[in-house]
C-alpha cells in the first residue's frame, strides 16, 4: 500500500506563484512514477503532470504552457508541482496519485492506471 499526502496549497491572487508537494510512504518511492491531476468546481478530474520514476521524464498538459514544473526527491520520497503565473481557471482541488515505475509511460495520463491517490489539496486562484 502507498499512503500519499498533498500539502501546499491555498489561496494566491492571479499571477502569483504555488508550489505543491506530495509526500509518500509504504513502498520505495523510486518504484513509482507519479502524476499530478485537478478537478475544478463543476468538472471531471484532469491530468496536470507526470514524472516517471527517475525524474528524467516530465509530460504537461497542453492548458500549463509553460508555467509549471514538477519534479521529485526520492530521496524524501516526495513529488512537487511548482505552479507559476497562476489564472483563476487554475482554481481546483489538486491531486497527487502513484502508480508503478514498470507501467508504460504512454498510459502516464490516464487516472485509472494510477491506483494510489492523495486526498487533494484546494487551490484557489483569485482575480
Known amino acids: 500500500q502507498v499512503l500519499l499526502v498533498e500539502s501546499g496549497g491555498g489561496l494566491v491572487q492571479a499571477g502569483g506563484s504555488l508550489r505543491l508537494s506530495c509526500a509518500g510512504s509504504?513502498?520505495?518511492?523510486?518504484?513509482?512514477?507519479m502524476g499530478w491531476f485537478r478537478r475544478a468546481p463543476g468538472k471531471e478530474r484532469e491530468f496536470v503532470a507526470a514524472i516517471n520514476w527517475s525524474g528524467g521524464s516530465t509530460d504537461y498538459a497542453d492548458f500549463v504552457e509553460g508555467r509549471f514544473t514538477i519534479s521529485r526527491d526520492n530521496a524524501k520520497n516526495t513529488v512537487y508541482l511548482q505552479m507559476n503565473s497562476l489564472k483563476p481557471e487554475d482554481t481546483a482541488a489538486y491531486y497527487c496519485?502513484?502508480?508503478?515505475?514498470?507501467?508504460?509511460?504512454?498510459?502516464?495520463?490516464?487516472?485509472?492506471?494510477?491506483?494510489?491517490w492523495g486526498q487533494g489539496t484546494q487551490v484557489t486562484v483569485s482575480s
Open positions: 496519485a502513484a502508480r508503478p515505475a514498470e507501467s508504460r509511460w504512454s498510459v502516464r495520463e490516464l487516472q485509472s492506471y494510477y491506483p494510489y
Open positions: 509504504g513502498r520505495t518511492y523510486s518504484n513509482l512514477s
